[in-house]
């Protein structure tokens, strides 16, 4: 039984096929040609679909990481610029922001409970802030950020919003210009269940135009030709964002998992693990172990959390019993408050059963 998709998702037989099936082909004919094996456009258009996007405003990146130094490296700057983020965001979210020493400051707002409200974050941002830059979902405790609340604070001071979604794509809705989304980074080996290796960068039209991309490579450039080879031309979409060789077989692999994904349709998707993790929440809370997700619906998403002694020998137990679910000392370097946690993250496919057995089994531990 596994509920740790959070961690990292497993990839379902079809994705395991059509990599496969994209190895051997490799493997018997070189397949020397650029982008030869990949189709669907390596899933592009599809993550495009998935998010409410166009297929031009989507770049392939090998991770969330990638995207996210990406997309801080093409801000725009001026003396006295900051960013706004919470206080327990995770580290690729602000790393990419604390490198860039004197040129911005990191405004953190401090969360309430694991949660960051939209009018804390207002208070926080002014017209010197470039950009208000968050996770869609916590990675520990599964909090959901309003993003369209988010995206309104950040445009009415000319600040743009940067998501990380690597914890919600593939499990909850996304629409990227219904709520305003100006960059959105993801990779798809979590929810998207997907190979590691492949990941999308989803950068708005009108940001296309404006910005440069930090980085280059030749597929950033439009002319191969080798009489220019030295000219440098950007294309106008998305792709301009890319720098050399993805992994192939990755995307072969992300591109069917999004097929998958879609067919089954992700408002569904969303409907069924919210109703999942809310069958968890009252059957811990029955067990009197302190919860520390939202409750909320339009809060939480794939991810429980919640407090218990020995967290530890308690995923160890139940991964003798093939119970795969999450805990670790180092997450109390997030917050305190996840110390002793176990986080659980069950995907559309696992069954009210599966949640009932996983809360006797707690009981017994």
């Known amino acids: 039984m596994y509920l740790a998709h959070a961690s990292r998702g497993p990839l379902p037989k079809p994705v395991s096929d059509a990599v496969r099936k994209y190895v051997y082909n490799c493997m018997h004919s070189g397949a020397t040609l650029i982008d030869a094996g990949v189709t669907n456009g390596g899933g592009k258009p599809l993550f495009a679909k998935l998010i409410g996007a166009k297929t031009k405003e989507v770049a392939f990146v090998e991770n969330t990481s990638v995207g996210l130094n990406i997309a801080a490296n093409m801000l725009p700057y001026s003396r006295g610029s900051n960013v706004v983020t919470g206080d327990n965001e995770y580290s690729s979210v602000v790393y990419p922001y ?15 409970n694991g949660m960051i409200f939209p009018d804390d974050v207002e208070k926080a941002v002014d017209d010197k802030t470039v950009a208000i830059v968050v996770s869609h979902v916590h990675w520990l405790n599964g909090f959901r950020h309003d993003l369209r609340a988010l995206s309104d604070i950040a445009h009415a001071h000319g600040a743009y919003l940067i998501v990380d979604a690597i914890q919600s794509a593939g499990a909850m809705q996304i629409d990227v210009k219904r ?32 910005c440069e991309p930090p980085f280059v490579g030749w597929r950033s450039n439009i002319d191969l030709k080798e009489r220019e080879l030295w000219s440098l031309k950007f294309p106008k979409n998305a792709s301009r964002f890319e720098i050399g060789s993805p992994s192939y077989a990755s995307f072969v692999g992300a591109a069917e998992a999004l097929k998958l994904l879609l067919n089954v349709g992700i408002s569904t998707i969303e409907r069924r693990i919210l109703r999942l993790t809310g069958s968890l929440i009252e059957g811990l809370k029955g067990l009197d172990l302190p919860v520390q997700t939202p409750e909320e619906p339009e809060r939480r998403s794939g991810i429980v959390n919640f407090r218990i002694d020995k967290a530890k020998s308690v995923v160890e137990k139940l991964g003798k019993k093939r119970i795969i679910c999450a805990t670790s000392a180092d997450w109390t370097k997030c917050s305190p408050q996840f110390y002793n946690t176990v986080r659980v993250s069950p995907h559309f496919y696992n069954t009210e059963e599966e949640i009932d057995r996983f809360v006797r089994e707690i009981k017994k531990c």
């Open 179 to 210: 709520d305003g989304v100006d960059i959105l980074a993801s990779a798809c080996y979590k929810w998207l269940l997907s190979p590691p290796g492949a990941g999308y960068l989803y950068v708005s039209e009108a940001l296309i135009h404006k």
């Open 98 to 112: 604390l490198r860039e020493g004197s040129r911005v400051k990191v405004r953190s707002v401090k969360n309430i």
